[in-house]
């Protein structure tokens, strides 16, 4: 039986302490340890069981840095092991003067989206490393780091313990709707815009239909009138939304609604059945469960100064249409908040740089629907790393709505 587990890497130049550091997690001698450079002639693999892990397969790669055209070959292994592992764990020998391979190590790994841990082996414990490795490899700062003395078989604990604290495991199994119960109804609010494609649902709602259906519930759509819910229509338009709700032959268990339509939403759902947003579904999604940490991060919009700068995140490049969301209708709700906050937009896959980041007080980010977890959860990690706090579309449209709205569309969350 094919078995999911965790791909860890660990990477360095040669003699840094690699296979040091892999025994020490296989507890046995499974790379070949010895101080001639290059003793790791190929990526050496071992799969392990790691409490709180799970099954891990893990690769103990050849030395980066070794020179000649074996090397050049082997170097081209190591990256491709960098490319298939989930989590890269990069051996550093503090002791010494160059840190160019680690730099190119870190900069590649970086660029593939990959968590990173480092560890810096200690040969001689007595001796201090000052922060001239940080200098020379400016991104170490942004990942967490750990000094040990790997071929000390006492620092096992305390190596698992720093990869368990810091590695978000990708095989934690994550539900796109987990309040999803079957037999039950959900409705999926989907107003529609010009913009909306003719012949298919957008990635999240026929992500939605997929999994309720799948769970043995029902899904029904409902096409909203947006224009006709906020304009003179509204009382027909409401006459309708009710004659659907009540026509179910069973009252609907939750609404999923296009954020947008909070402001309507937020009203006219009843108050005994659910709500929530398709964006803070995707959002929850991508970041494994994250949604609370894009809850938190809307308290900063209590506390707006003139000045504080907000960056508005899309995941994809759409075409935009009047009443752009990203472009028009949250930027002008938060200039009612503050006319005085300066907001700026980040469009597309690739991310600002961290220096840049950090000086923004909020980062309001969309479903990210566009990108894998994996990629969004590298800008969390971005942003965790630079303490910047970051909501979401469908968390911010609705805190918009008030308090009440905001813990309602929070609670199908809220695991019992
Ligand atoms: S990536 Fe973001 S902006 Fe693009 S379609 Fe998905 S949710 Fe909308």
Known sequence: MQVNREHIGIFGKMNSGK???MNLLTQQETSITDSTPG????????????????????FDTAGLDEKSLLGEKK???VLNVLKECDLAIVVINP?????????FLIEKARGMD??????????????????????????????????????NLQER???????????????IHNELLPFVEPDEFYILNIPMDEETPEGRFLRPQSMAVEYITRKWAYPVAYRMDLKAARGEKAEAEKKRFDTFINGLMKRPKVVVTDSQAMDIMAKWTPEDIGLTTFSIMMINYGS??????FYEGAKVLNDLKGGDKILIAEACNHSRIQEDIGTVQIPAVLKQINPEVKVEFNFGREFQENECLSSYKLIIHCGACMISNQKLQARLRDLRSVGVPVTNYGVFLSWV???KALERVMEPWISE
Do not use: W
């Open 95 to 103: 002791a010494t003067d160059d840190f160019a391979t680690e730099a």
């Open 288 to 293: 494994n469960g994250r949604i609370d940490e």
């Open 157 to 171: 604990d305390r190596l698992i313990r720093f990869i368990l604290n810091n590695y978000e495991a990708t095989g």
């Open 114 to 151: 990959k968590q990173m841990l480092v560890v810096f082996n200690l040969f001689d414990t007595a001796m201090p490393f000052d922060d001239k490795l940080y200098q020379k490899m400016p991104l170490l700062k942004f990942y967490p780091s750990l000094s040990l003395e790997a071929i």
């Open 75 to 77: 170097k081209s292994k």
């Open 39 to 58: 003793t790791t002639a190929d990526t050496k693999i071992a799969l392990i069981e790691l409490h709180g892990l799970g099954p891990v397969k893990l």
């Open 19 to 21: 296979s040091s550091l």
């Open 401 to 403: 709505q008030g308090h």
